[in-house]
């Protein structure tokens, strides 16, 4: 799916019905998003609208209610029904720092990225200077996959390959 800057991008040839079918799915994505918006805002605090790298766009919501903290993403592909897409489970670990209990979702669809710009922004809205989470035995099949995403989000990474476990830390400097 084309973003719509790629569709209304000067240099780049499309045929007439291209055009019009990439206009009809931005539109349609955008009536999703109105629709998924207002019923999110019902129960959750909207945070903002995003884009994933596959250019789709994203409600991008959370529960805060001092002890836990969830930011979630509803994707504008299909209608909202109730449940998220993708979230970062997380609680407030103590005044200094917010602990990640667990990541669910679907992998390299760019939910994860998003959702952490968001948890980091809300701990720096709230002056917390750090973001702790724990790498555990279940997530060894893919923990090259788990570095690679923390170490992304500027998270020191330590690994002890004997325990198969972890932990993660970033900190707001």
């Known amino acids: 799916m084309a973003s719509y800057a790629d569709i209304f991008a000067p240099t780049e040839e499309r045929s007439k019905e291209e055009l019009i079918k990439e206009k009809d799915q931005l539109e349609i994505q955008l009536f999703r998003m109105q629709q998924s918006m207002q019923e999110i805002a019902k129960k959750w ?14 409600v991008v919501y959370a529960l805060n209610d001092g ?12 209608t909202f029904q109730g449940v998220w897409d993708f979230s970062i489970h997380a609680t407030y670990a103590d005044n200094d720092s917010i602990h ?3 990541i669910k979702g679907p992998a390299d669809r760019g939910y994860g990225s998003i959702c952490m ?5 809300i701990a720096k809205d709230q002056n917390i200077p750090s973001i702790t989470g724990d790498i555990a035995k279940r997530d060894w099949d893919h923990v090259d996959r788990l570095i690679h995403f923390y170490e992304k989000h500027q998270f020191d990474v330590s690994i002890d390959k004997n325990t198969k476990s972890g932990e993660i830390i970033w900190v707001n400097e």
């Not at 605090?45 to 994203?58: F, M, P, R, S, Y």
């Not at 002890?67 to 299909?78: I, R």
């Open 45 to 58: 605090d909207v945070l903002g609208i995003d884009q994933t790298k596959e250019d789709n766009w994203v």
């Open 67 to 78: 002890n836990q903290c969830k930011v979630m993403v509803n994707d504008c592909e299909t």
């Open 100 to 102: 990640i209990g667990d």
């Open 117 to 121: 710009k968001h948890l980091k922004e």
